[in-house]
């Protein structure tokens, strides 16, 4: 699998295919191809959504807006409304509509389809039960927003690899430095 997929909702992983991006901004979706295997990695299609340069340009622009709305949320303030209408307006179109076949189910889709069915995501990541549950990566590199559902919502970090371990070996060699600096001190 080329992307990762560890924040509880298609619309958040959405999001964060722009990776770090307080410090060195990692795209994710470099060409149409990658947006691709983004939605059938997914689950959102099984086959291929055959994007153009131009159905990408139309992503970048849905996906910031999401990143905008879920960073508000986090972050306790009003939505942008520019954000807000590209948002609603990508989900007012026809989403991924799954076809029943004599041996199962195919879900094809256009990329602008595929698009809705994000959009749909993350009005209700937004909006719904996990609303309350949202928090921002502790890894301050990372920029992930993820859904908390562990128990007491104790959760720090979107995945042990890398942030949990990177975030636990910061901790480690912060104990060290402070061990040492102790030991130095009382001498
Ligand atoms: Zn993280």
Redesign the pocket.
Same mark, same amino acid.
């Given at each position: 699998m080329k992307h990762s997929f560890?924040c509880g909702n298609p619309a958040l992983d959405f999001a964060a295919t722009v990776r770090s991006r307080l410090e060195t901004p990692l795209e994710m979706f470099s060409s149409p191809e990658s947006l691709n295997s983004w939605f059938r990695e997914s689950g959102i299609v099984d086959g291929d959504t055959n994007c153009e340069p131009a159905d990408l340009e139309q992503a970048l622009v849905i996906r910031e807006a999401i990143y905008s709305l879920v960073h508000a949320k986090v972050a306790g303030d009003g939505y942008d409304g520019d954000a807000l209408s590209i948002v609603n307006d990508t989900a007012r179109t026809p989403p991924v509509t799954p076809q029943l076949t004599p041996n199962g189910r195919v879900t094809e889709a256009t990329p602008m389809e595929a698009l809705s069915t994000v959009a749909r995501h993350a009005i209700e990541v937004l909006s719904g039960s996990d609303a309350p549950l949202l928090k921002e $990566? /502790?890894?301050h590199e *990372?920029?992930?927003v993820?859904i908390d559902r562990s128990r007491g919502a104790r959760r720090e970090? $979107? /995945?042990m690899d890398? *942030?949990g371990n990177k975030m636990k070996a910061a901790a480690y060699r912060a104990r060290k430095r402070e061990d040492k600096l102790a030991s130095a001190t009382a001498k």
């Open positions: 560890v $990566c /502790a890894n *990372c920029t992930r993820y970090w $979107c /995945a890398p *942030c």
